[in-house]
Every structure is written in C-alpha cells, then in structure tokens.
C-alpha cells in the first residue's frame, strides 16, 4: 500500500472516490432518567474525511498524495495524507529523507475514537510514525456530528508550528549519538513504556544490527527510530498509532528533548492521553 499504510487481514486499500460509498450506522439509542437519548452515534467517514481536507485548505495546506484502507464490513477507516503547505517553516520535511503527514481513523463499531493524529514517513523505507493525537472525538454522543467541523478547525490552527517541533525532533534524532550499552537500555523502556511489544523486542534488535534499509547515520538515535518503525509495519494501523506515539515519548526523554505543546490554544494530547489506547489490542506480532 502507498505511501506506508500497510493494510492487514479484514481490511483492504481504496481510493478517495469509494469513502462516500460506505454508509454510516443509525445511532445507538438508550434509556437515560426515563427518556429515549443517543448512546452512540458514529460518524461518517466521508464527513471526517472532507472536513479534514476543507480545514487543511483553509489553512494553506495542500494534499500531496493521501492513500486510505478499510474494512470489508466498512465499520473501521484508515487514512495518511502527504501534506505541503507555504506556512510550513523550512522545507526539511518535503524535500530531505522524510514526509510531514497527516493520519486519520475511525471506527463505526466503537473500537477506537475518531480522530486525526501528526506523523512522519522515511522515504527510504516507507516507515510511518505519529508523534501526537491532533484531534480526537472521544465520546460519539449526540452532537458529535454538528461538533466535528469545529474540533478540526480549532485543531488545524497550529499545525505549521507542530510539524516544526516534529523536525526538530527528527534532526535531534539525527544527532543523538546511543552507545552499545545505552541500545539495550533503551529498548527495555520501549517495551516498559508499551511502545513495542516482547515479540518484537529481538526484532528490532536485528533490524538495529542488520538494518533492511540504509538510513544515513549509523550509531544513532534515528537508526533505533527506523528499527523500530520497520517493525510497526507487521501491526494493525491503529495500533501502530498508538504505539509510535509511546516510541516517541521514550526517544525524546532519551535524547533529552522535551516536549513543547506550544501556546496553540488547544490540547495536544499525548501518549496514553487519547481513547486510541483501547486499541491496543494486538501483542502477538
């Protein structure tokens, strides 16, 4: 599948044109204070999809490529954009060894909240990772659907200065110099910090050694980054939201970089802050 959205058993690639296609369940109802109210009202994939583009546009931002997947029975959505946009500081993102993008999901059967989360994607191995929950619907109550557009418009504002920080991020990686003894250290909080799972620990540790794809630098952070990433590729998409997340929490402390939320006038949230970690369901890579 493009532009790194691997697709895995129940679920399969799509184009833009066939989300409207897929209908939206008729929301759950149920009894509260002895009066009939909506439990539950999923939201349609088509209305998260074109609110997100509408937003982005509005915000100068352009869809480059975008690649989405689903599920054969249409109940769980998968989605990554390519975005560019002039109001991106600096151009690293677009024109060096990795992609700014923008994933989103969502679930018709409750599995996981709907919501829209930051990434990268190494060209050279087409590796996904998402470094923060931009916007996430939490409880589909009864005005979920009216609320929406406005969650994503106030969560579009301050896009540009995340991916900023997300460079940022990537260029520390670059440089962050893990000793032999320090790799072994950092994996066993990978795995503590739920952002790898035990079957994926000797994984990453080969990948590590032996890497599948020649990422520039040798003996640093971002080599142990793309190890790990390269094994993100064997789970579910959801997961491996939630999980790269979890990845980054632990790198950044590892590299001594803090986390900035930044005056954006809004809540970014962070690992193990989103409804997303229900999801997390998968430990048998």
């Keep these: 599948m493009s532009l790194g959205l691997i697709l895995h058993s129940g679920a399969k690639e799509i184009d833009r044109a066939d989300i409207p296609n897929y209908g939206t369940p008729e ?20 209305l998260l999809v074109r609110a997100t583009e509408t937003e982005l546009k509005f915000h100068g931002f352009e869809v480059a490529d975008q690649a989405y997947g ?19 500081d600096g151009n690293e993102g677009n024109a060096g060894d990795y992609r700014r993008m923008l994933g989103l999901r969502n679930s018709h059967d409750k599995t996981f909240a709907g919501g829209l989360a930051i990434g990268s994607r190494v060209m050279v191995c087409d590796n996904l990772a998402f470094s923060g929950e931009l916007c996430c619907t939490h409880k589909h109550t009864a005005h ?5 557009t406005g969650m994503i418009h106030k969560s579009m504002g301050g896009l540009g200065q995340l991916f900023d920080f997300q460079d940022r991020r990537i260029k520390e990686y670059k440089q962050a110099d893990l000793a032999q003894t320090e790799v072994s250290d950092t994996i066993i909080k990978l795995l503590e910090g739920r952002a790898i799972a035990g079957t994926q620990v000797l994984k990453v540790v080969e990948e590590y050694r032996k890497p599948s794809n020649e990422c520039g630098t040798h003996g640093k952070l971002w080599n142990l980054f793309n190890a790990v990433t390269e094994q993100m590729k064997t789970v579910h998409p959801a997961t491996m939201c939630v999980r790269t997340q979890k990845m980054h929490k632990v790198l950044d402390d590892v590299s001594g970089l803090k986390w900035q939320p930044l005056d954006l006038g809004q809540r970014i ?17």
């Excluded at 929301?27 to 009939?36: A, L, Y």
């Excluded at 802050?273 to 229900?278: L, N, P």
Aim: without cysteine; charged residues 35%.
């Design 269 to 285: 949230m962070q690992p193990g802050d989103s409804e997303a970690e229900a999801v997390d369901f998968q430990d048998q890579e």
């Design 70 to 88: 689903m599920t054969e029975d249409g109940n769980r959505f998968f989605g990554v954009m390519e975005l560019r946009g002039n109001n991106l």
């Design 27 to 46: 929301p759950e109802m149920g009894m509260r204070n002895g009066k009939e109210v909506v439990k539950h009202r999923p939201i349609p994939h088509e």
């Design 144 to 148: 979920i659907v009216e609320k929406l």
